[in-house]
């Protein structure tokens, strides 16, 4: 199954990174700060092999200055010798660098918010202070050989010049990365386009996005910031943090996978999506949303007769992904009043049950009599088949 739209660019946009991304996986950091969420060593440890072993380029954990289990959490995960780099993220402070430095993290992410609601309510510092402290803390951890990111905090409500001016000297400064981050959730697809571009022709060094989901758009305003030259992702599983949380890794994936399936389908083990969607589920005590992203129980189940007849002879005319590249399965429902009888039909070769067209036509019509009082379990259905069959 290819997907090939009519309404997409003819010419590749050389600015664009849909197929050259990096996810930072942040369920150990960004997760960590979703409501029901309280993670033990032995949890978080399985939780980041499991995201390594499906493949992610990052794992981000709690800051070390959070907490002493945080520090020992976060040491024992950078122990494990996995293929993910580890970062820790810390406030824009010597006295947090200092102490992430000495865990063996791959990379330290430092932020600092930028807006004026942040600079006036949060930490009370001006731009000027901004820039020299990110200018002490990035050298710092530069000279120990650990990679850093700086990113500003509340983004897209802070001034434009104050952004740009700031990323600039920290670009100067050779960061890895530098960061733009939607921590209210307020930004566009439209607004982000815009400002990454701007930024785009700003630094050189690669750009992280981190985009909260109020306003429902995370997974969009993500796919966005890569069409307009970000490099790097930040996801968690189920989308959980703070308030409703991050773009959840499962809708990033499945947008991605539309977008370029074979590179997604090579870097990601994606029949594990449904495995790591459960695991975080059951850790944080929540059920998986019945519309979830790949893994909802309704993600691939069909119900309306000229679908079922459509998606029974091509799965493309009413899917876009296809669930077995997922480890998932694809379910036409047919105990109900809108099914139609090439549905059944389906139903009754499975069965292995021999049926003219018009014997399965009017069985349709009995199925449909008695879903008008209340729906019919695959069972009741079957029973209900076998009867009809053995009467002929």
Known sequence: MEYDSPYG????????????????????????QFANAFFSTETKIKIAKTLDEFGVEYLELTSPAASEQSLKDLCAITKLGLKAKILTHTRCHMDDARKAVETGVNGIDVVIGTSSYL?????????????????EVIEFIKSKGIEVRFSSEDSFRSDLVDLLNLYKTVDKLG?????????????????????????????SCDIECHFHNDTGCAIANA???????????DTSVL???????????GGFVAKMYVADKRYVSGKYKLE????????????????IPFNNYITGFCAFTHKAGIHAKAILNNPSTYEIIRPEDFGMT???????RLTGWNAVKDRVEQLDLVMTDDEIKAVTQKIKTLADIKPLGIEEVDTLLRNYHREL
Do not use: W
């Open 175 to 203: 960061v890895n990365r530098v960061g733009i981050a939607d921590t209210v959730g307020c930004a566009n697809p439209r607004q982000v386009y815009e400002l990454i571009h701007t930024l785009r022709g700003v630094v």
């Open 9 to 32: 660019n003819k010419y590749a946009d050389l600015l664009s990174n849909v197929s050259n991304f990096n996810i930072i996986e942040s369920t150990l950091r960004e997760g960590e």
């Open 119 to 135: 600079r006036t309510f949060s930490h009370g510092k001006d731009m000027d202070y901004i820039i020299k402290t990110a200018g």
């Open 272 to 287: 594990m999506l449904r495995e790591i969607d459960n695991m975080i589920a059951e850790e944080v005590e929540i059920g």
């Open 223 to 233: 796919y966005t910031a890569l069409e307009a030259g970000a490099t790097h992702i």
């Open 330 to 336: 694809r379910y036409v429902s047919i105990g109900h």
């Open 239 to 249: 989308g959980i943090g703070e308030r409703n949380g991050i773009t959840p890794l």
